[in-house]
C-alpha cells in the first residue's frame, strides 16, 4: 500500500511517539545536571556577596535568601515571587529557633505545614541571625517576606544574582540555578548522617523522591 503522494510520513510525527517522548521527559531524574551548593560552597557565597550586590540592603536580603533556601530546603517559588511566596508573616522568632509556617506549596495538596529551624550562633553564618537582621531592615510591612521597593523578588533576578555571586566566589556558574540550595542542603544533610525519615520530612517531600537530589562526591 503506497502512502498518499508518495510522501513518507515523520515518525516523531505519530501521536504514540509524541505521548511516548512526553512520558520519557517526565520521567527524567529531576536535577540531574544541576550541581548542589553545599554548605562550602554557601559560605564562599555569602563572602562575595559584598563584590557582587552594591546596596547594603539587597546584600542583607541575600544574605538571609540564601542561608534560608539551604537550611529550610527551599523552593525558589517560596522566596520569590510565585503564589507559594512565603509572606513575612510566615515566620516567626521563638527563641532559638524561627517557625516557617507553609500555607501552599508543591504538592501541597492544600495542606499547611510549619517548619523549624535552630539557631547556628555558634557560626557566623546562622540563618535565624541573617533573618532577624534582615527582617530589621525591611519592617513588619505585610506583603512577601522577600521584597525590593515593595516587590517581591523575582525568580529570574534571584538567579542572576546568584550566578554573579558565583563567579565573584571564582565558581563557574555552569550547572547551578535556583534549585541548588535544595539539591545541596539534601546532599549535605546525607553526607552528616541524617535518616531518610529526617530528610523527607526536612524537605517536605511526600515520598523518596528526595533521593535523587543526593550527589555523590562522584556525581
Known amino acids: 500500500m503506497t502512502r498518499k503522494n508518495n510522501k513518507q510520513t515523520d515518525p516523531s510525527e505519530s501521536f504514540l511517539v509524541k505521548k511516548t517522548l512526553v512520558a520519557v521527559r517526565k520521567t527524567r531524574l529531576p536535577g540531574a545536571k544541576r550541581l548542589p551548593i553545599t554548605d562550602d560552597i554557601l559560605h564562599r557565597l555569602l563572602s ?24 529550610a530546603f527551599l ?44 539557631s547556628n550562633s555558634r ?34 533576578t534571584f538567579v542572576q544574582v546568584l550566578k554573579d555571586t558565583l563567579t565573584h566566589a571564582g565558581i563557574p556558574s555552569h550547572g547551578f540555578n535556583s534549585h541548588s540550595f535544595r539539591i545541596g542542603a539534601a546532599t549535605t544533610y546525607a553526607k552528616n548522617g541524617a535518616s531518610d525519615a529526617q530528610i523527607r520530612f526536612l524537605g517536605r517531600w511526600k515520598s523518596d523522591a528526595f533521593k535523587v537530589y543526593i550527589r555523590s562526591p562522584q556525581s
Open 48 to 71: 562575595s556577596l559584598h563584590r557582587a550586590v552594591g546596596s547594603s540592603y539587597q546584600r542583607c536580603m541575600y544574605r538571609s535568601m540564601f542561608l534560608l533556601a539551604f537550611h
Open 75 to 118: 523552593r525558589v517559588g517560596e522566596i520569590t515571587h510565585s503564589v507559594h511566596n512565603l509572606q513575612v508573616n510566615s515566620v516567626r522568632f521563638l527563641g532559638s529557633r524561627v517557625q516557617i509556617m507553609f500555607q501552599s506549596f508543591k504538592h501541597s495538596e492544600g495542606q499547611a505545614e510549619t517548619r523549624f529551624i535552630n
Open 123 to 156: 557560626q557566623p553564618d546562622c540563618p535565624i541571625q541573617a533573618l532577624k537582621d534582615y527582617i530589621a531592615v525591611r519592617g513588619n510591612t505585610p506583603g512577601p517576606l522577600y521584597t525590593v521597593h515593595g516587590s517581591a523578588v523575582t525568580r529570574r
